[in-house]
């Protein structure tokens, strides 16, 4: 039965030779004529290899992958169709609807973005023109760089204004607090001498405190008994003012330099971040640099013309088998 088949189906192919031969042979002129470069322009690909740099974690994702996001972002595509002005260069009509449907597929088929084993990404850009695809393998890294930049550069500017923010409140209250030592010294003179009497990186508790006057009246004692006449009225008064305010006094000091250091503290990490947001960091280094395409990389045009004379001696042969087989079933259809 199998044989019959195979038998019937070579009868109709060779019966039907020549207009099989006339199909295939048409599609071949045609599809030579088609892959001409005056009607399929050559392609040529411009290839780089970058790997990340000054990337942080985030999340679980790897400084690879993050940067695969920021190639593949419409971010991306919108910046570079700015730049070099694509939907001109493609052919493409902006006031169309689906102008951004059309665009991204035409970019995406142009820019393909590959993940190697090495943990680097290969960029390679397709254009009719050799030039043009090397500058714009040039202008996906570059436009990396300042969407990464500008990402980060956002989130130490707001860690610098929280940083300035803090310091405007630390200033108020060293404001305050200046304020109402400023205000004692001039009231008690003799909370100052007190003051220098203390051991310094002392923190003073009200306990220890007392136990320290003993030490401190008799500095003040030594320093009265030099000057003349009143000693005994003026370090009466001196430990009376010593006895009421010292401790206030001496925590407004622990409390001003606490402030202080807080308030340098936050100074310098915003002039860190100001610092950041200056430098131009790159987050690529180039492991390839994008190349100048001398040959073309498609189409091929031997494939092309192959795959059309085989499409079209298939396609033709079974429509003339097909054919053969409905006017055979149609004929015992209309004898019974």
């Known amino acids: 039965m199998e044989n019959n088949n195979t038998i019937e189906i070579l009868r109709v192919l060779y019966k039907k030779r020549k207009p099989i031969l006339i199909i295939t042979s048409l599609a071949t002129i045609v599809s030579i004529v088609l892959s001409m470069p005056f009607v399929m322009k050559p392609m040529f690909k411009s290839t780089a290899v970058v790997y990340p740099a000054n990337i942080g974690p985030l999340s679980e994702?790897?400084?690879?992958?993050?940067?695969?996001?920021?190639?593949?972002?419409?971010?991306?595509?919108?910046?570079?169709?700015?730049?070099?002005?694509?939907?001109?260069?493609?052919?493409?009509?902006?006031?169309?609807?689906?102008?951004?449907?059309?665009?991204?597929?035409?970019?995406?088929?142009?820019?393909a973005l590959n993940q190697t084993r090495f943990e680097s990404i290969q960029i390679e850009v397709?254009?009719?023109?050799?030039?043009?695809?090397?500058?714009?393998?040039?202008?996906?890294?570059?436009?990396?760089?300042?969407?990464?930049?500008?990402?980060?550069?956002?989130?130490?500017?707001?860690?610098?204004?929280?940083?300035?923010?803090?310091?405007?409140?630390?200033?108020?209250?060293?404001?305050?607090?200046?304020?109402?030592?400023?205000?004692?010294?001039?009231?008690?003179?003799?909370?100052?001498?007190?003051?220098?009497?203390?051991p310094k990186n002392t923190e003073i508790q009200s306990g220890s405190f007392l136990a320290y006057l003993s030490q401190v009246e008799k500095a003040t004692t030594t320093s009265y008994n030099v000057l003349p006449g009143n000693e005994s009225t003026k370090l009466q008064d001196a430990m009376g003012v010593i006895g009421k305010k010292g401790l206030d006094y001496t925590f407004l000091n622990a409390k001003y330099k606490a402030?202080?250091?807080?308030?340098?503290?936050?100074?310098?990490?915003?002039?860190?971040?100001?610092?950041?947001?200056?430098?131009?960091?790159?987050?690529?280094?180039?492991?390839?640099?994008?190349?100048?395409?001398?040959?073309?990389?498609?189409?091929?045009?031997?494939m092309f013309v192959l795959m059309a004379t085989l499409g079209a001696f298939v396609f033709s042969a079974l429509f003339f088998v097909y054919n053969d087989k409905f006017k055979q079933l149609k004929a015992q259809i209309v004898k019974e």
Not at 144 to 157: A, E, P
Not at 165 to 175: G, I, P, Q, R, T
Not at 273 to 301: H, M, Q, W
């Open 259 to 302: 402030e202080t250091d807080e308030y340098y503290e936050s100074y310098i990490l915003r002039e860190k971040c100001i610092r950041d947001i200056e430098k131009k960091f790159s987050y690529t280094i180039l492991v390839s640099k994008p190349n100048l395409p001398a040959t073309k990389s498609g189409p091929k045009r031997s």
């Open 61 to 111: 994702e790897s400084a690879t992958e993050q940067l695969m996001q920021f190639l593949g972002s419409s971010e991306i595509r919108n910046e570079l169709n700015k730049e070099f002005d694509l939907a001109k260069h493609y052919k493409l009509d902006t006031a169309d609807s689906k102008f951004e449907y059309y665009y991204q597929l035409m970019f995406d088929e142009r820019v």
């Open 126 to 198: 397709s254009d009719e023109d050799p030039v043009f695809a090397q500058k714009l393998a040039y202008g996906v890294i570059e436009a990396s760089n300042k969407l990464i930049r500008k990402s980060r550069n956002d989130l130490t500017q707001e860690l610098a204004d929280m940083h300035s923010k803090y310091m405007e409140d630390k200033k108020a209250e060293l404001d305050s607090v200046t304020g109402k030592l400023s205000k004692m010294s001039k009231d008690y003179a003799a909370l100052d001498f007190f003051y220098t009497m203390l």
